[in-house]
Each structure stands twice: as C-alpha cells, then as structure tokens.
C-alpha cells in the first residue's frame, strides 16, 4: 500500500471539530481494553472540542495536524513540560492520535518528527511523553523513533478506574 501525501501544518480554530472526532474514535479504538468500555462508548466530541478550542488557544502549546488530500488524518500538541521536575529546556508530547484506518502509513512518524523539529527551534532540549504502561504497540512506536523511558511512572484516577502511565523522553540537543 503506498503511503499518503502528507501535509503537517498548525492548527486552527476550524480544525477543531475534527480533532475532536478523530480523538474521540482514535481513543475507541486504541484504549479499548485498556480503559472500560464504558468510559470509551460514553466520549463526547463535543466535550473534546470544548477543550481542543482551549488547547489550541494558549500560546504557549502547539497543535499539528497532519491532512491527507483534505481530510485531518492525525494530531499532535506540542507544549512546555508539565512535569513537576522539568526545566524551561523540557518540552511534552501531550497528545499524538493518527485515523486507525491509516495506521503504518508514516503519519504518527511525520507528526513527531513535525514535533521534535518544532521542539528545537523553541529551544527544547528534551522531548518527553507519556503512555499508558500496558499499551505495548505504542510503547514500540516511541522506542523506535528514539525515545527512552526514563521508568518514571504516574497513575491518573479517573471516577471508576486508574490509568497507568510511564514516561519516555528523547534529547533533541546534543
């Protein structure tokens, strides 16, 4: 199968929506088994989109969009570190979602090294992420574009049920 013709550019107010839908679906999909199904049936786009809207409004954070012909294909954002141990040299992958239906097609690919790239020119030194400890394929994915866990790990509680997270880090300046 040959690979799309990918564009990655900024987001904007107009994306929201569909982000917002392809997080939701992407979340359905990749979290299954992982987060209770009813948590995954009960996403709400429009709740995304609230908080997309809001995302995409600080200066400080930066949202890609990856568009294939002219559909939104894949997301990324792009942000100072939140970690309560991180310096103004610590970047954060906060959130990378690519359309299953185009999985393995160099998207997710394109959108970090889109991130990282940014990440450099705002002067990053780091780039870290989080990931949910039990999710294996994309725990693989970051290992394989140069990211190292670090084995810090954090557990969100969320009304019925924990997620289970592990960070991974890539130094973007040598």
């Not at 200066?59 to 939104?72: K, N, R, S």
């Not at 359309?99 to 959108?111: E, F, K, M, Y």
């Not at 290992?143 to 084995?151: H, I, L, N, S």
């Amino acid at each position: 199968m040959s690979s799309p013709q990918i564009m990655i550019r900024l987001a904007t107010q107009f994306d929201i929506d569909e982000i917002a839908m392809l997080q939701v679906k992407t979340w359905q999909v990749v979290y299954r088994g992982h987060m209770p199904d009813a948590f995954l049936d009960g996403l709400d786009p429009s709740e995304r989109a609230a908080m997309w809207s809001n995302v995409i409004a600080q200066p400080a954070t930066l949202v890609l969009v990856a568009i294939a012909g002219e559909t939104l294909v894949g997301f990324c954002s792009l942000l100072p570190s939140r970690d309560a141990d991180a310096s103004s040299a610590d970047g954060e992958i906060a959130a990378i979602y690519v359309d299953p239906t185009v999985w393995r097609s160099g998207i997710g690919t394109a959108l970090i090294d889109a991130a990282v790239e940014s990440a450099r020119r705002r002067g990053f030194f780091d780039v870290g992420l989080w990931v949910l400890i039990s999710n294996s394929s994309a725990r693989a994915f970051y290992e394989v574009r140069g990211f190292k866990t670090d084995d810090s790990t954090k557990v969100d509680e969320r009304p019925g049920f924990s997620i289970h997270e592990i960070h991974y880090r890539r130094r973007i300046v040598t």
